[in-house]
């Protein structure tokens, strides 16, 4: 009976001021899917974004990140903000690669027995780190993202539906690494209960 077990880290605090969203229009190729969008994410709120499904909640997550353009409107990001991103299409993931390779690629520094230390807190046990990504179930792959972000030094999280695929125990693991985190979360989720663990604050995005 095996959970996981980790935390997110940081190694400097961001500024208070985390995220200014200002009149945003999110969507693709002038397509609006939502707009316009106000908000402020202040620290060390959790916000969470609720909203149906193709209303533009990962665009908006995507457009945050400099991933895909606004239609109009500004987004600012606040000073000395360590981000860490858990894109729920896992598309950060190389599929050619194994588990170990996976981890270890980013941080060649590091000896072998602390990657596959890390990786055992994850469930990734004995030969499991030589699993190649293409061929892991949609838990493995959770976990195995949420490995990488454990890694890195963070202030200012950003989840798209992180507990898709989790069960309920590492649900609750992720839960309270959340509530322990210091930095700024902003995630979305469908998952009541889980919004209801983590989150200060809610976002409800609606098509006007």
């Known amino acids: 009976d095996k959970s996981i077990h980790f935390q997110f880290h ?6 208070n001021e985390v995220l200014d969203v200002e009149q945003a229009k999110v969507g693709y190729d002038e397509q ?3 707009g316009p969008l106000s908000f402020n994410v202040r620290k060390p709120q959790r916000v969470g974004i609720i909203g149906p499904n193709g209303i533009g909640k990962s665009t908006l997550l995507k457009s945050i990140l400099h991933k895909i353009p606004l239609i109009s409107g500004s987004i600012k ?3 000395n903000l360590d981000i860490g991103y858990y894109d729920q299409e896992q598309q ?5 690669k194994t588990v170990l390779e996976e981890v ?3 941080h060649p520094e590091v000896p072998e027995k602390d990657i596959r230390s890390l990786l055992g807190s994850f469930l990734f046990v004995g ?3 030589y699993k190649v990504v293409h061929d892991l179930s949609g838990g493995e792959k959770v976990r195995l993202e949420l490995t990488k972000l454990s890694f890195k030094p963070i202030n200012f999280l950003i989840l798209d539906e992180p507990t898709n695929h989790l ?3 590492s649900r609750e693991v992720l839960e309270n690494a959340i509530n322990e985190f210091s930095g700024t979360v902003l995630f ?7 919004i209801n663990q983590v989150a200060t604050d809610i976002l409800a995005m609606e098509h006007d």
């Open 10 to 15: 940081s190694e400097k605090d961001s500024g």
């Open 32 to 34: 609006i899917l939502a």
């Open 77 to 79: 990001l606040g000073a």
């Open 92 to 96: 950060q993931l190389h599929p050619n």
């Open 104 to 106: 270890w690629d980013d």
């Open 127 to 129: 030969d499991d780190v």
């Open 167 to 169: 069960d309920i125990d």
């Open 188 to 194: 979305i989720s469908h998952d009541r209960y889980f």
